[in-house]
C-alpha cells in the first residue's frame, strides 16, 4: 500500500470521539457497565508512536497486548490492550473512496477492536490463536460489528470497503 501521510491533530479528536462512542456501544452490546472502560483502560496509538515491528502493510488496525512501562519500583507493570491505529491505510482508503468520512470509518474500526478486546478479556478466546482461529474469529468479530452498528451509521459504505479489501485482512489482529 502505498503511503498516504499520517493523522493530523483534528483527525485525532476525531477518532478520539469516535472510541468514546464505539466504547459506549460495545458496553451496550455485551451488557457491561458503564466502567467497563475505565477499569480496564486500553491505549490506542498511531503508527508514529510504535515499533516499526507492529507496522501493517493491509490492515487498518491491530490489537496488541503489552506492559505498562516501570514508574516507580512498587507500582506493578500492568498488562493492557491497545490498538494501533495504521494511519497511511486508513487515510489511503479514505482517498479511494467516494466519500471522506473518518469519523465513520473510524467508529467502525474502533468498534470493531474494541469487540475484540472484549472478546480476548472475556469471552476466553486466544491472542497467539492459530492462523485458522484468528481468521474464524475475524468473521465473528466482523458480524458482531456490523450488529452493533446496524442502524447506527452509514455501515453499508464502511462494510463495502472493509469487504473489497478482505482477503488483503484489511481490518485484522496481529500478534504484539
Ligand atoms: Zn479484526
Redesign the pocket.
Known sequence: MKAAGFFTRSDLTTLSRAASLAEKLTVRYFGLTEDEWKLHPYGIFTRREVDCSLHETDAFAN?IRYRTPVIKPTVPRIEKYGIVLQDPNILLALLRSCQHDLWTLGLFILT??LT?IVRFRRFDVDFFASQDSAHRE?TT??GITSEILAGVTNTDYIIALYESNIDAKT???SKA
Request: proline fraction near 0%; hydrophobic fraction near 40%.
Open positions: 490489537v470493531h477492536e475484540h475475524e468479530v466482523h481490518i485484522n489482529i
